[in-house]
Structure formats: C-alpha cells, structure tokens
C-alpha cells in the first residue's frame, strides 16, 4: 500500500504583490515503511509539499491519500484527529511552545487527544528518555541547545505513534555534529516504529543516506533515485 | 485541565514577560473592574432611593385592593370581607368608598374636579363636636384651592339627591386636617375624609366600591393575591399594592434599566480592551496556533483558547468590581458618608442598598461581555490557516 500519493496537487499564495503559484499539477507517490529525502532549491515548495500531504494547508486542485485515507473526504474536525494519530511533524526551527517545559511540549499531542494529564505526563517522560533527555524534563523548552530543542520536537511528532513522520528540514539550523545526531536519531526511531519518514534537506550527505531521494524543481517532482531497501 | 485552559493561562502568567501584553490585560481587567464597580454603586445608589420609595409606597396603599369586575359596587360585600380576613397575614380589611367630585377652598373662585375616599379608620380624628368633618387632601388640591391646614373645604359629589325643588347636589363642608405629601406617580386620592362622610357624598350607605386589605409582610402581595383570586371567582378583580402603583413601579423600573444601560458602557469599553489584548496575542501566538493544529488541534479548541483567556480575564475584572462595588456600597451607607441636606430630601444621607440579583446580573453582564469581546479574536484564531502561519513564522 502506498502510505502518500498525492496526485495533480496544485499551489498558489497570495503573495504581498501577485499570487505566487508554488506547484502545478504536481504528483508524488511514495511507499509505506520508506525513508524519503525530499531536495531542491529554495522556493520550489517543498514545505508547501508537506503541509499539503500533513493536510495542515489544503491545495487548489488535486487529491491526497494519505494510508488510504482521502483528507478531502475529512471534515476539519477529523483531519485534526486524523492529524493528531497518524502523522508526525517536525519543522527546522523546532516550534516548541516556549511557554512550557519539555515534558508538557512533548504531552501536548496527548493532551490534544483528551489523554489525562498525569497519564500524558509520563509518556512524554518516557520518550524525553527515548531522546536521550531525561534530564531536560522540566526544562523550559526555551533553555534548551538548538540540538536538544530539536530531540525534543522529534519525540512530540512521535508522541502519538504516528504512520508518517514528515520532517521540514530539521537539521538545517543545526551545526554539523548536532545535525548528525539529529538524523542518527530519526533514522533509529524511522526503523523501530515502522513509519513512513519524509525528510526535507539540502543536505545530500544526509540524503544519500535515506531510502530514496526525490528532486523538485520549478518543473515539477523528479522520479526517486533509490539508494537502498 | 483541558490543553485549551492550560494554554490560555500559562499565555497569561507569561504575559508579564511580554511587557506591553501585560499592559493591556492589566488595563482591560481593570478596565472592566472600574465598570462593574460603577454599576453596582450606582445600582446599589439607586436601589437606596428606591427601596424608600417601595417602603412608602407599601405604607400608603392598600396591598391588597378587590373590585368588582363589572359595575360601579361590590354586589356580596360580605363574602369578599369574609374571604379576604379568612386569609393567612391579612392583617386589616376596609371598605374603599369613593366617587368623584368638585372642590373648592374659600379664596378660590373655581372648582377643582377631584377623587375622594375615605381614610382609614382612626387617622382622620374630628377636631371638635359639632365643627366640620377633617379631611385630609393632596399637596395638589391644596395649592390649586390655596389652602392650608386648618381652612375650610367644600366638596360637592357628582351625585344628586332630589329635593323639592329638583334634584340638588351633594355638598359637605371639610376642615383640611393634613397636606399629604407623595412622589410623583404615586396614585394616592386627593381628598380623604372620614368614612361616614365618604358614604354621604357617594351614596353608597352600606357595602362598598371595594375592599382593601393590609399584609403583615407586604412582600407577599401576589401569592395571597392569586389565593383570593381562587376563592372569590372571576366576578372580582384583585389587585396588588404593585398592580395599583404601576404607573410609579414602572417609571422605577425604568430608571434603572436606563442607568444600567449607561453606565454598562464602561464595561463595554472596557471589553473592547480585551479585544485589543487577545487580538494582539493571537498575532503573536499566530506560529503556536499553527503548530498546535500540525499536532491535531481543531479550529474549535484555538478558539477554545482564546475565548478562555477572555473569560478568565474577564473573571479577574469582574471579581476585583465585585469587591470593590460592594464593599464600596456597604460602607458608604454603614458610615452615611454622603450626606444630604435633610429639610429638602427628608434623609439625612444618601442610602446605598447592595441587592445580591443585581451584582450578580452585573457580574453575568461583565462576564458574558469580556466572552463575547474574546470571540471576535478567538474565531479570526480558528480561521487562520496553519501552514501560512507556520510558513511565514521562520
């Protein structure tokens, strides 16, 4: 089964002058269980890509199917659930709330579901612990190195198991080191929980390194060149 | 907790690293508490005067007044006396006697169409054997006959008696025993004199136009007024002490509907702060609305947020106007702070009365306005769209 397709998606914002018309006619089908690196130049609408097969933004014209699911046949309502149980996200600049502290950051999506709050509590404990941050609990997520911040807006998009983790160019903000980590650890929890992963990156050491890279340019969406699996 | 609440609340506890956000919800809140405050010490100022006004009113007339549904008199006078002393904190009944007529003071050429009835038993005392009936009349008929206490004052009735000549008018002479003084729209008779002379102009010698009875609490008009209504049928009228004083409990009613409408525009103001406030939150917070949705959040629970964080503002706000409203209220009529030159007003300071339906009408109004002022910001957050906001955020 396919776990994206995405068939004659079409983009356009309204720009601060004229509409920017980001894609047109644009399909992408993708595999379960497959580790996909997404490239391209700036501009191309690779972000718009994912916000548009994580049904947070909906395109002019065209389908999605994600799992076998068709977000158009969801109301809002259940896209935002659908959202909440099947898909992961994690941006380039983490996004937490700076508000709250690791622990409560990586509760949210529980709390979102209607989970309890001590029972939300301890599951984000136990992935902060998966991440390898135990000891950044309580820590205002604000007080946190870029790399750590990163850990833990990974183990929010996980916190609900979800099928698809799409991850918008996740260590492009971060130094070498960090950006290796950050990847070593999303190609671990990639395998050991069976997702389907979409990675958004400029960076081609990282890309080789997925199952499959797909090129977009102004054109449109390259076939994949696969590397392994 | 729900997530909404916990995300409305940590925003606001955060709000005080955001200085000018803090600024704006610490004016709106006391925006608001201003308003409230205002509203309950002029309600409460009001309520002082008119409570007053209520008390005079219950003391001066009937609470309890039947009447015959059709014709001019009671046709079983003693089955409405018997039915209405049969009643439990029906304290007096007395027969109203009553009819129109003419007067005219000693100093006046013309004669003033009047109402008169009689008093109630023992307040109208003859002054001598022999000398003139007393009656008591209005301030009005007093200055439009130019009389004073003490003056003499012809009555004549609109009945007639025949006489050997035709029929001749019924006219007695009246020594002005009292001025009565009233409010405005209080419906008070303009002449009243003893019951046995009531009779002689009326020519109602035995029964009555009507009977009236007094409560021992007269707050209890209605329910025993239904009760009589049961007992006596659908041949009678019964009507309460508020039923006979509409004209002034309307006009009461009204005073206060117009200062609450005024007034309220504080709290109206006030809510507009909240606007500003929560609008300007939700511009801030416009990356965290994205990224709640991207982690399942519906448009209803962004909107959930904010319209919490309006009402726990607007929580803030109304408690602190409550407190103070209040206790501003109380103390100013415990200590008669606002004094009142007695010889014009007849009080001796202004009387405050905190009544607990008002502060809370007051207090659902506030809130209820900050919710409402939440809303406008709350539904633009439900309808922005996510991946914009996440897009534009970098």
């Given at each position: 089964m396919l776990a994206v397709r995405a068939k004659s998606l079409s983009k356009t914002y309204m720009g601060e002058a004229a509409p920017v018309t980001v894609f047109q006619n644009l399909d992408f089908d993708l595999e379960e269980s497959v580790f996909a690196a997404v490239m391209g130049p700036s501009g191309v609408g690779k972000s718009t890509l994912l916000h548009l097969v994580g049904g947070i933004d909906r395109p002019d014209a065209g389908r999605v199917e994600i799992l076998g699911v068709s977000l158009d046949d969801l109301s809002p309502k259940e896209r935002a659930r659908f959202r909440n149980e099947r898909i992961g996200f994690v941006f380039q600049f983490h996004h937490l709330l700076p508000e709250f502290t690791a622990e409560e950051n990586v509760a949210f999506p529980h709390r979102i579901a209607g989970v309890p709050a001590h029972e939300a509590r301890q599951r984000a404990a136990a992935l902060l612990d998966r991440v390898g941050l135990a000891d950044r609990r309580?820590?205002?997520?604000?007080?946190?190195?870029g790399g750590e911040q990163q850990r833990v807006a990974i183990a929010r998009a996980l916190a609900r198991g979800p099928k698809l983790l799409l991850a918008d160019e996740p260590t492009g903000n971060l130094d070498s080191e960090s950006a290796r980590g950050v990847f070593d650890l999303l190609t671990e929890l990639h395998r050991e929980r069976g997702m389907t992963t979409i990675l958004v990156t400029h960076n081609p050491e990282l890309a080789k390194r997925c199952d499959k890279i797909f090129s977009m340019s102004r054109e449109g969406i390259l076939p994949a060149t696969r590397f392994s699996g | 907790m729900s997530f909404e609440t916990l995300v409305a609340l940590r925003y606001l506890a955060a709000s005080r690293r955001r200085a000018h956000v803090a600024l704006i919800s610490t004016i709106s809140m006391f925006g608001l508490a201003v308003g409230v405050a205002a509203l309950i010490i002029s309600l409460s100022l009001l309520s002082g005067f008119q409570d007053r006004i209520r008390a005079q009113m219950a003391e001066r007339s009937p609470h309890l007044r039947v009447s015959p549904a059709r014709g001019p008199i009671l046709a079983e006078p003693g089955r409405v006396r018997e039915a209405l002393v049969s009643l439990r904190g029906v304290i007096a009944v007395e027969p109203a006697i009553e009819g129109r007529g003419w007067a005219s003071g000693s100093a006046v050429e013309s004669t003033l169409p009047i109402r008169y009835r009689n008093a109630p038993p023992g307040e109208l005392s003859s002054a001598g054997e022999g000398g003139p009936p007393p009656a008591r009349v209005s301030a009005a008929v007093a200055t439009r006959t130019r009389t004073a206490p003490g003056d003499l004052l012809r009555v004549t009735s609109s009945r007639t008696r025949l006489s050997p000549l035709g029929p001749l008018p019924v006219t007695i002479m009246f020594r002005i025993a009292d001025i009565r003084h009233a409010a405005a729209l209080e419906k008070t008779p303009d002449i009243e004199v003893p019951e046995d002379a009531a009779r002689l102009l009326s020519g109602i010698l035995s029964g009555a136009r009507a009977y009236e009875a007094r409560l021992a609490d007269p707050a209890r008009a209605e329910p025993v007024s239904r009760a009589v209504s049961l007992l006596l049928g659908r041949s009678y009228r019964v009507q309460t002490w508020r039923e006979l004083n509409a004209p002034l409990s309307f006009a009461l009613r009204l005073e206060k509907g117009v200062i609450f409408a005024t007034v309220a525009l504080v709290i109206v103001v006030a809510a507009l702060n909240i606007v500003s406030n929560i609008a300007l939150t939700v511009v801030e917070k416009k990356r965290d609305l994205g990224v709640l949705t991207s982690l399942g959040a519906t448009p209803g629970s962004l909107a959930r947020i904010y319209l919490t964080l309006g009402a726990v503002i607007g929580g803030l706000g109304t408690a602190l106007g409550v407190a103070v409203g209040v206790s501003a209220s109380l103390l100013l009529d415990r200590y008669e702070i606002v004094t009142l030159p007695a010889d014009v007003y007849l009080l001796t300071h202004v009387p405050f009365a905190v009544h607990p339906r008002e502060v809370a009408l007051v207090a659902a109004f506030a809130m209820a306005t900050a919710v409402a002022a939440a809303a406008l910001p709350a539904r633009a957050a439900a309808r922005l769209a996510p991946g914009e906001a996440i897009r534009l955020s970098r």
């Open positions: 309580s820590h205002l997520s604000r007080s946190l190195s | -």
